[in-house]
């Protein structure tokens, strides 16, 4: 490959990195919509139905008007173990959280197995807004709803979601035939505010994932072009050194035959390509290992909700527990199974 051509390739590539990265974060809420946290369900016992209901929350705020999701990678039990809340936690706790999270409203819950009914599940979800008394909401349910995108769970979603906000559905999910509600315990929350404050979302993280992972194939594939070329201009400049008597030391010096001119030039073009392939092949594996883990980390993609089956086994969780205090911090590794 011409060393122009690779060149101007990397510009280009490099170019379209940055306006995809510009693109990807260039849709923030609005400032008619109110942002929202959902942070996970907190659960010692079912895993899966918090798993479930958690993204049920978070599709139902995403079709609710007048609220946008915002999105963070940190769990309600993650933060709460971080900042040293109580095992209920008080009115300080939540509003640390807050703090941390710079939101001015989240939604929270815990849930349960039911140890007197077998088979159910219950949860009590809170909508937690800066200034405003706090508000809950309560509903028990059958443990095999496991699927996010289940009508039934979808269902219980829409009344948790409407019991904190006093929010109409905008799309009826249909009735559920195995869930066993009970009357929600809450009170009529007050209308979203017209110019909220909080955290910052990202919309575009898949998107960003997989037009890394397409920058670093091309510079791969151009890493590699060059590690060709290397090779053969190498090779070509041996072949030529060994037409060349042995008390010639420097061909670039000696320009009186043919093969010392062949043998300079090719030795200079080895040593350009081979500094260009690894160049290329650093920032190509550097891109390729940011999409995977653009990838790998992205627990909120409502499209994979949708086409994700019922979930029958529970995963390990890796966690990161950062404790802040006022002069020092740690930074614990938990793993749940």
Request: glycine share 8%.
């Amino acid at each position: 490959m011409p060393r122009s051509i690779a060149l101007t390739l990397g510009v280009f590539v490099s170019f379209a990195w940055c306006l995809a990265a510009r693109t990807a974060q260039a849709d923030p809420p609005t400032a008619k919509t109110v942002p929202v946290y959902v942070l996970a369900i907190w659960t010692e016992d079912a895993d899966d139905q918090a798993e479930a209901l958690t993204r049920a929350l978070r599709w139902r705020v995403q079709q609710a008007p007048g609220w946008s999701l915002l999105e963070t990678s940190q769990s309600f039990e993650t933060l709460a173990i971080a900042l040293k809340c109580p095992a209920t936690p008080d009115a300080a706790c939540l509003q640390r959280i807050a703090d941390q999270l710079k939101a001015d409203h989240y939604i929270w819950g815990t849930m349960e197995r039911r140890r007197s009914v077998p088979g159910q599940v219950e949860t009590e979800v809170h909508l937690w807004s800066r200034g405003q008394p706090s508000v809950s909401a309560h509903e028990t349910f059958a443990d095999s709803l496991r699927d996010a995108s289940d009508g039934s769970t979808r269902g219980i979603a829409t009344r948790l979601f409407g019991a904190l906000t006093g929010a109409e559905p905008s799309v009826a999910p249909p009735p559920s035939p195995i869930a066993a509600p009970e009357p929600a315990e809450s009170r009529r929350a007050p209308e979203p505010p017209s110019a909220p404050s909080g955290g910052g979302s990202f919309p575009g993280r898949s998107a960003l994932a997989y037009t890394a992972l397409a920058l670093g194939a091309g510079f791969l594939a151009v890493g590699g072009a060059e590690a060709a070329d290397w090779l053969g201009d190498s090779t070509g400049s041996t072949n030529d050194r060994q037409q060349i008597p042995r008390s010639v030391t420097d061909v670039c010096a000696d320009m009186t035959r043919p093969q010392s001119l062949d043998a300079c030039t090719k030795g200079k073009d080895a040593v350009t390509a081979s500094t260009l392939a690894w160049i290329f092949s650093g920032v190509g594996a550097v891109l390729a290992g940011t999409g995977v883990v653009l990838l790998a980390t992205d627990h909120h993609s409502t499209e994979a909700e949708s086409r994700e089956g019922p979930r029958t086994a529970t995963k390990a969780r890796f966690e990161l527990l950062p404790a802040i205090e006022p002069r020092s911090g740690s930074l614990d590794v938990r793993v749940r199974f």
